[in-house]
């Protein structure tokens, strides 16, 4: 399993959100740029790069830092956040960015992942998945920033592009995205039954190598840890076995 960090941008800052809550963010006094440096050092291979105001309001809110942080080689970027139209995938992978992440626009309008996954291939293209675990434990997706619920769940949305060449999809558990209270599992394990031949990435609660650790044992194929890299909780050394080339 690759641990893949997570940098969220708002506002040219480096931020974490709790739950998926744009009025409960905590912002880090570290300049995004520097934080990919110090991963790159670590031997950290792909980041995860989120474009919080993009996500909200669907139009990209840190283009230059972004372009910026892409124009390097140290590390491949995975951009999420904001890109709902063709030209805007376009446009970043253009700038030097790996993997464009398509969440909300493949939910509004799927022929949009289907031409990309055509066009680009299946490792140029991740479909993100924000979701919350209801009562009857359906994971339901949410777009647009996590505020706009829909009646459809994970395994429908999965199921309508089974006929594409699909391959990276990340998954957010909101509700503990940011919580540090450990990871979906039972939602992981449902997801690995149902879909096999996806290369699952899981995010939302990691708080320890321990989690690292069984995420891996069920055969996840990366995981997106922030909040808890940003604080420490997980030493470089304990990351090692999830840094290939390190």
């Given at each position: ?94 700038a030097g ?15 949009l992942l ?133």
């Amino acid at each position: 399993m690759l641990l893949i960090p997570s940098i969220d941008l708002r506002g040219g800052h480096c931020v974490r959100l709790l739950k998926g809550e744009f009025d409960a963010e905590t912002r880090y006094d570290i300049d995004p740029a520097e934080l990919l440096g110090r991963y790159a050092d670590a031997g950290v291979r792909w980041l995860h790069l989120v474009d919080l105001d993009g996500a909200r309001d669907g139009t990209p809110g840190n283009r230059e830092l972004i372009r910026r942080m892409a124009s390097q080689s140290r590390i491949r970027i995975q951009l999420g956040g904001g890109l709902r139209s063709r030209a805007l995938v376009d446009e970043a992978l253009a700038a030097g960015v790996s993997r464009a992440v398509i969440g909300s626009a493949a939910v509004e309008d799927p022929s949009l992942l289907r031409a990309l996954l055509a066009d680009y291939g299946a490792d140029r293209v991740c479909l993100a998945i924000d979701v919350r675990v209801d009562e009857q434990a359906i994971p339901r997706v949410r777009t647009r920033g996590w505020v706009k619920e829909h009646a459809l769940s994970l395994w429908e949305l999965l199921a309508s592009f089974a006929d594409t060449p699909l391959r990276h999809v990340l998954c957010t558990d909101i509700e503990r995205d940011g919580a540090l209270g450990g990871p979906g599992f039972d939602l992981y394990a449902e997801a690995l039954r149902r879909f096999p031949q996806i290369a699952w990435q899981a995010s939302g609660g990691i708080r320890s190598a321990a989690d690292l650790a069984q995420l891996d044992t069920m055969g996840l194929a990366a995981a997106i840890s922030g909040k808890a890299l940003l604080e420490g909780r997980i030493t470089m050394e304990e990351l090692q076995p999830y840094l290939p080339g390190a």
